[in-house]
C-alpha cells in the first residue's frame, strides 16, 4: 500500500472483510476507502457503478471502528464512567491517564459521499415535554457538494440521570432524505415518552422525569445538540 502511495497516482482502497480493521496508516493517507463488506454475485457491479461516479454511495456504519485493539470493545451506546473526559484534551486528567483517545477512528452512523452536507442548529417546539404530549425536533439540511446525493440524518438521545445507569447516546429515529446539489430540506423528528422509556430496576418498561438531551447529525460523533426536561 506504502509503495503504491509513493507513485503519487490517486488511490482508491477496496476492503473487503465482514468486521471492522484497523488501518490507520492508509485511512491518513490515501484519498479514498470503499468498505465493500462481504457482498453477493452482484458485488463487482455494485462496486464499479460506485467507482466510476455512476451511483453516489450513501451508507453509514452499524458499527464503531477503533484505532487500536485496546480501544476494544468500544461503540457508540456506552455508559460513563465515574470520571468520564470530555474531549481528547483532558483524558489525562480526568479519565485516569488514559493513554489512547476516547474516540474511534470512524464511529457509529458515519459515512461519506461524493458530496457533503451541512447541518443547522436544532430548533424545539417546546423546552419541555409532559407525558401523552410530544415535542419537535427540527433541522435544516443542506447539500453543500456538487453532486446530487441522499443522507441519513439520526436522531440521538440521552437521560441525564437515570434509576438505572443510561448509555451516553442512544439512537432512536433516521430519516434519509434525497438533496439536489444546492438544495436544502427540513427534518422533524417526534419525541414522546415512548422513546425514553428502559428496563428500571424491578424490569418494569418505565419513563422518568429528568434532564435529558438530544442530538441529531450524520453520524453518532459529529452531532448538534439540544436540551429539554421531561415533567
Known sequence: MKAIYATGKPVVVLINAGRPLIFNWTADHVPAILYTWWLGTEAGDAIADVLFGDYNPSAKLPISFPRTEGQIPIYYSHYNTGRPATSDSDR???????????????????GLSYTNFSYSDITLSSSTLKAGQSIKATVTITNTGNYDGEETVQLYLQDLVGSVVRPVKELKGFQKIFLKK?????????????????????????????DFKLYIGGNSQEVKEARFILE
Not at 489525562?92 to 458515519?110: E, H, Q, T, V
Not at 417526534?190 to 424490569?203: R, S, T
Open 92 to 110: 489525562f486528567y480526568r479519565s485516569a491517564y488514559i493513554d489512547l483517545s476516547i474516540y474511534p477512528k470512524f464511529p457509529f452512523g458515519f
Open 182 to 210: 444546492g438544495e436544502s430540506k427540513q427534518v422533524s423528528f417526534a419525541i414522546d415518552v415512548n422513546k425514553l422509556k428502559f428496563y428500571g430496576p424491578e424490569l418494569k418498561y418505565i419513563y422518568e422525569p429528568g
